[in-house]
């Protein structure tokens, strides 16, 4: 009996060591890679002006709001908290980086208007300073509807432009214009 406490204490102690070593190796090491550059630019707290558009692309409202983005130690995620404040309130929260598993960029997102997580998949055009992510979302309804987004980086401002996909003509139209102005 003692033998087998033994072996059972000297087994936890190897596996803690091994365990406590390789935390150590996996700490975060800042991001040198280019394919992080864009998720570095989010970083900061960010005001919002915000364009709605009815279905025929005409403005239809605007809200003003912030959002705040926390990079990640390693800088390879980033955290967004985006509120929106008015006669109708919006608040969501998302997640996203490069994922060196699948080499692209990923992207998760909940907010208080949809019913289910959704998750962006998206390239950078360095030339063009303009990240662009395509989704599939539920409506609600047994289907999954289109998303695309284009954001474009421009120093201290950003614009987020989101367009619907059509469920049966396929006709992309634009939903909303975010316009991003960084605080110093």
């Not at 390239?123 to 409506?139: C, I, K, R, S, V």
């Amino acid at each position: 009996m003692k033998t087998a406490n033994a072996v059972a204490v000297l087994v936890f102690g190897l596996w803690l060591g091994l365990s406590v070593e390789t935390f150590g190796q996996t700490e975060a090491k800042p991001a040198v890679s280019p394919n992080y550059e864009p998720i570095k630019m989010q970083a900061g707290t960010w005001d919002a002006a915000i364009t709605f558009f009815d279905n025929d692309g005409k403005p239809s409202g605007t809200a003003k709001g912030a959002q705040t983005n926390v990079l990640l130690s390693n800088g390879h995620w980033v955290i967004n908290d985006l509120n929106v404040g008015g006669p109708t309130p919006f608040q969501g929260h998302g997640v996203w980086g490069w994922d060196p598993v699948v080499k692209q960029y990923v992207d998760t997102w909940v907010d208080i208007h949809d019913g289910a997580v959704r998750t962006d998949y998206g390239f950078w055009n360095a030339e063009e300073h303009t990240m662009y992510w395509n989704a599939l979302q539920p409506d609600g309804n047994g289907h999954m509807v289109g998303v695309r987004m284009t954001e474009k980086y421009d120093g201290k401002h950003r614009t987020l432009d989101f367009y619907g996909v059509a469920l049966q003509s396929g006709r992309v139209y634009k939903q909303a214009q975010m316009i991003f102005t960084k605080r110093p």
